[in-house]
């Protein structure tokens, strides 16, 4: 019982505290180009737009542009990105990445699959963070650390331990490195879920972002849902050339050990950068600038 109420004290008073920020400042600044960084929650997050939507149509004049760089089944070590290596070339495929996106600032979304994976994930969570935030600082990136919410579909035994000690972990990172963290108290209801009840649907993206929003970008007041429409269709194509850009299809081909068979085309693979920019720009139109 002493349990239950202690949980439900801090659950009510942390809901109180959506963000744990070194300014009030917003953290974005215009014309920040803004590298998603994360597992499954953050690669599903750009299938609808809702995010990126909900940031532009806020500032609207601020030409600010997102890559998302989620890999589904990743975490803070790259083991979703090895491909046919080691983690340790996972780990270099992430800081590949985030060179390939060109950004100047970092969102780090982690912590879902170390809650989701239990005591040993969480207990290599910390050192794997700092070394992460460490090497994206050598090179010289903005970082802003996010805090990952729950998700009800998950069974593991001690899941809200787990999750509530990757919260902590990454509050501690933050402060020690003194990297803004934006703390989510996001709770999903049953309609904002996919049927599995593991991630987010469009509805809880776009509820999701509206917490994160303030933070990232000031306390604006976004477009309507139907004014949105046409630019969450452009935030899609535009991700869509992006993917292909850092994670071609065919990447065994053109950059690994068949790359002797056509791997004179990975030349083309940069060639995505300007219909990229050209993207940007039509959702920059799009959403009022």
Not at 30 to 55: C, H, K, N, W, Y
Not at 72 to 77: I, K, N, Y
Not at 222 to 234: I, Y
Request: aromatic share 8%; glycine share 8%; with cysteine.
């Amino acid at each position: 019982m002493r349990s239950t109420l202690s949980c439900l004290l801090v659950c009510l008073t942390s809901s109180l505290l959506t963000t744990s920020v070194l300014s009030d400042e917003p953290l974005l600044k215009p014309s920040d180009r803004v590298a998603i960084l994360g597992g499954t929650f953050v690669e599903r997050m750009q299938g609808s737009g809702e995010f990126e939507a909900e940031l532009q149509t806020r500032r609207p004049d601020w030409n600010l542009s997102f890559r998302n760089l989620g890999w589904s089944g990743d975490d803070v070590h790259g083991i979703g990105r090895k491909r046919f290596d080691g983690p340790a070339d996972g780990f270099k495929r992430i800081l590949r990445d985030v060179e390939t996106s060109n950004a100047n600032v970092v969102l780090m979304v982690y912590g879902f699959a170390e809650a989701s994976d239990g005591k040993p994930a969480v207990e290599r969570f910390g050192p794997g963070l700092a070394r992460l935030a460490d090497e994206l600082l050598k090179q010289k990136k903005r970082l802003i650390l996010l805090t990952p919410v729950a998700m009800p579909g998950y069974k593991v035994t001690g899941y809200d331990q787990w999750l509530s000690e990757s919260r902590s972990i990454i509050q501690r990172v933050g402060k020690e490195r003194e990297i803004p963290v934006v703390s989510i108290q996001w709770v999903p209801s049953a309609d904002q879920l996919t049927q599995d009840r593991l991630l987010p649907n469009a509805a809880g993206y776009a509820a999701y972002a509206g917490e994160v929003a303030k933070a990232l970008v000031g306390d604006r007041q976004p477009a309507s849902e139907a004014d949105k429409t046409a630019l969450k269709r452009l935030i899609n194509q535009k991700n869509q050339l992006f993917f292909h850009r850092y994670r071609p299809q065919n990447e065994t081909y053109l950059y690994l050990f068949r790359k002797h068979e056509q791997g004179n085309n990975a030349v083309e693979i940069p060639q995505f950068d300007p219909l990229i920019k050209q993207a940007d720009e039509a959702i920059w139109q799009a959403s009022g600038s």
